[in-house]
């Protein structure tokens, strides 16, 4: 069988390239993005435990730990590891891109995956650690894999081998993932240009597919996961739940970040809609507008009791699958029978100005990384070696972004400047008595708890293990 999507072969190299920006900013912004929150804490566990550190049993999250994992196993110094960390994310992106552009050829899937790392996205980037975005890349993988040998007739044993492993990392690594790769397994059926596989052909993996959905909820709810905490709030929905779910602060502040911050998506989902009508194309029409409103409503539903004020870097990232939906029918539908140069101005013109948006982004990252140096230069100064700061300093409350993660930053930045021993703080309320009381001379305070120095990998991690912490207000520990 032969499916042709040439016309889309140089848009698909504009995405490739975008991808490799992409790339290039995570080696700039490697500290912003490796020292933040989970990305800290999962390198520390790494260093720490000389193991993969899969979080919740999001198993593709595997493919970017190996690279400080393989690291750590050479004696690398920390600050390779953290730059590979740091890199191993988008470097996966990039060669998953490579793989659907020059091996399997699927040039759209190749610049939607492109879109979902740039359209929905600006405070999220710097979230390497999600498994959101990990997922979403084992999930174009499997799409392009699978297209690939339906079009090609690979041998069953080869093709249901790589489908059920693929399938395995893409829907295990995160449950969100089941929204795109069900609506886009159902729009290329439904279109047919794109779809290598015959009714009963499709069934058959649509069933296994089902199979492994159910076997990752079952997973979920007997592992009581955070998965299975997010699941409880669509099991229990009434129809007004329902209703009320697309006026919930959620929808409404995302509505308007689409009017300010995320406005090419809107131009980009009217083109496609456009071209479907144009097309007649009413299954397709009905299925997209049907999935939009659907994870409008299920981000309604989830986040419903939320006040709309969770972190963007976060939120945003719960989003980003949306951009696919959004973007399926301008890639699939608008741009095929379009003019070649047109159709590579316009996809050009859409990344750069996302580039531009997500660029936009980086002072607050960049901001962490400049207070972390300042306050270990001052505990150098003070000959302070642990430190416990006071979390209400007004200076830094509002702009720190998270802070629970401030110990496994700081060790691992002090590690990086080969200090000895290394330099650690954290912050705590001033209210936690309990924490307060359990800062012994030979543990340092993290938010789960304290840690023992002789716990640590001495190998990478030295700490005081004489002095006990020094507490004391972020204006206090200023004075000199």
Same mark, same amino acid.
């Given at each position: 069988?032969?499916?042709?999507?040439?016309?889309?072969?140089?848009?698909?190299?504009? $995405?490739?390239?975008?991808?490799?920006?992409?790339?290039?900013?995570?080696?700039?912004?490697?500290?912003?993005?490796?020292?933040?929150?989970?990305?800290?804490?999962?390198?520390?566990?790494?260093?720490?435990?000389?193991?993969?550190?899969?979080?919740?049993h999001?198993?593709?999250?595997?493919?970017?730990?190996?690279?400080?994992? =393989?690291?750590?196993? =050479?004696?690398?110094?920390?600050?390779?590891?953290?730059?590979?960390?740091?890199?191993?994310?988008?470097?996966?992106?990039?060669?998953v891109?490579?793989?659907?552009?020059?091996?399997f050829?699927?040039?759209?899937?190749?610049?939607?995956?492109?879109?979902?790392?740039?359209?929905?996205? !600006?405070?999220?980037?710097?979230?390497?650690?999600?498994?959101?975005?990990?997922?979403?890349?084992?999930?174009?993988?499997? =799409?392009?894999?699978?297209?690939? *040998?339906g079009?090609?007739?690979?041998?069953?044993?080869?093709?249901? %081998?790589g489908?059920?492993?693929?399938?395995?990392?893409t829907?295990?690594?995160?449950?969100?993932? /089941?929204?795109?790769?069900?609506?886009?397994?159902?729009?290329?059926?439904?279109?047919?240009?794109?779809?290598?596989? %015959?009714?009963?052909?499709?069934?058959?993996?649509?069933?296994?597919?089902?199979?492994?959905?159910?076997?990752?909820?079952?997973?979920?709810?007997?592992?009581?996961?955070?998965?299975?905490?997010?699941?409880?709030?669509?099991?229990?929905?009434?129809?007004?739940?329902?209703?009320?779910?697309f006026?919930?602060?959620?929808?409404?502040?995302?509505?308007?970040?689409?009017?300010?911050?995320?406005?090419?998506?809107? /131009?980009?989902?009217?083109l496609?809609?456009?071209?479907?009508?144009?097309?007649?194309?009413?299954?397709?029409?009905?299925?997209?507008?049907?999935?939009?409103?659907?994870?409008?409503?299920?981000?309604?539903?989830?986040?419903?009791?939320?006040?709309?004020?969770?972190?963007?870097?976060?939120?945003?990232?719960?989003?980003? *699958?949306?951009?696919?939906?959004? *973007? !399926?029918?301008?890639?699939?539908?608008?741009?095929?029978?379009?003019?070649?140069?047109?159709?590579?101005?316009?996809?050009?013109?859409?990344?750069?100005?996302?580039?531009?948006?997500?660029?936009?982004?980086?002072?607050?990252?960049?901001?962490?990384?400049?207070?972390?140096?300042?306050?270990?230069?001052?505990?150098k100064?003070?000959?302070?070696?642990?430190?416990?700061?006071?979390?209400?300093?007004?200076?830094?409350?509002?702009?720190? /972004?998270?802070?629970?993660? $401030?110990?496994y930053?700081?060790?691992?930045? %002090?590690?990086?400047?080969?200090?000895?021993?290394?330099? /650690?703080?954290?912050?705590?309320?001033?209210?936690?008595?309990?924490?307060?009381?359990? =800062?012994?001379?030979?543990?340092?305070?993290?938010?789960?708890?304290?840690?023992?120095?002789?716990?640590?990998?001495?190998?990478?991690?030295? !700490?005081?293990t004489v002095? %006990?912490?020094?507490?004391?207000?972020?204006?206090?520990?200023?004075?000199?």
């Open positions: 069988m032969n499916i042709d999507n040439s016309e889309l072969k140089l848009p698909s190299r504009i $995405a490739l390239i975008a991808m490799g920006v992409l790339l290039l900013a995570g080696i700039v912004f490697y500290k912003e993005r490796s020292l933040f929150a989970d990305a800290a804490y999962v390198l520390y566990s790494i260093i720490n435990n000389h193991s993969l550190a899969i979080q919740e999001r198993y593709g999250s595997f493919i970017t730990q190996m690279v400080p994992l =393989l690291g750590l196993k =050479l004696h690398l110094p920390v600050k390779y590891l953290v730059i590979g960390y740091a890199v191993s994310f988008n470097l996966f992106y990039f060669l891109t490579t793989l659907l552009v020059f091996r050829r699927q040039y759209g899937l190749a610049i939607l995956m492109a879109l979902y790392y740039v359209e929905l996205v !600006t405070d999220s980037w710097f979230w390497i650690s999600n498994e959101i975005q990990q997922a979403v890349a084992w999930m174009f993988l499997f =799409l392009g894999f699978m297209i690939y *040998c079009i090609k007739g690979t041998s069953k044993p080869l093709f249901y %081998s489908f059920i492993v693929l399938g395995f990392l829907i295990f690594t995160h449950f969100i993932v /089941i929204i795109p790769l069900f609506f886009l397994g159902v729009y290329l059926w439904l279109d047919k240009k794109y779809w290598p596989f %015959s009714s009963v052909n499709s069934m058959v993996l649509g069933s296994i597919l089902i199979a492994m959905i159910g076997l990752k909820y079952a997973f979920s709810v007997y592992n009581h996961s955070y998965d299975n905490y997010q699941l409880r709030e669509l099991m229990h929905i009434s129809l007004k739940d329902i209703f009320l779910s006026s919930t602060p959620v929808v409404t502040v995302f509505l308007h970040r689409c009017l300010t911050i995320y406005w090419p998506v809107i /131009i980009i989902l009217i496609g809609f456009v071209s479907l009508i144009k097309k007649r194309d009413w299954k397709l029409v009905a299925w997209v507008s049907f999935s939009c409103l659907g994870y409008l409503g299920i981000m309604g539903l989830i986040y419903g009791s939320d006040s709309g004020l969770t972190q963007l870097f976060h939120i945003e990232s719960e989003w980003q *699958c949306l951009g696919i939906i959004a *973007c !399926t029918p301008f890639v699939f539908s608008f741009l095929p029978g379009r003019k070649v140069r047109f159709s590579v101005f316009a996809i050009a013109l859409v990344f750069l100005v996302r580039l531009c948006y997500i660029g936009s982004s980086a002072s607050m990252f960049t901001w962490r990384i400049h207070l972390q140096e300042k306050i270990l230069a001052q505990m100064r003070k000959g302070i070696n642990k430190l416990v700061l006071y979390d209400d300093s007004p200076e830094i409350r509002n702009k720190i /972004i998270l802070d629970w993660g $401030a110990s930053e700081s060790l691992i930045a %002090s590690a990086m400047d080969m200090d000895s021993p290394q330099l /650690i703080y954290s912050f705590i309320n001033r209210n936690d008595k309990a924490a307060i009381q359990a =800062l012994a001379p030979g543990n340092f305070h993290t938010l789960f708890g304290a840690v023992s120095a002789s716990s640590l990998n001495h190998e990478y991690f030295n !700490t005081d002095r %006990s912490a020094a507490v004391m207000s972020y204006e206090e520990f200023l004075k000199d």
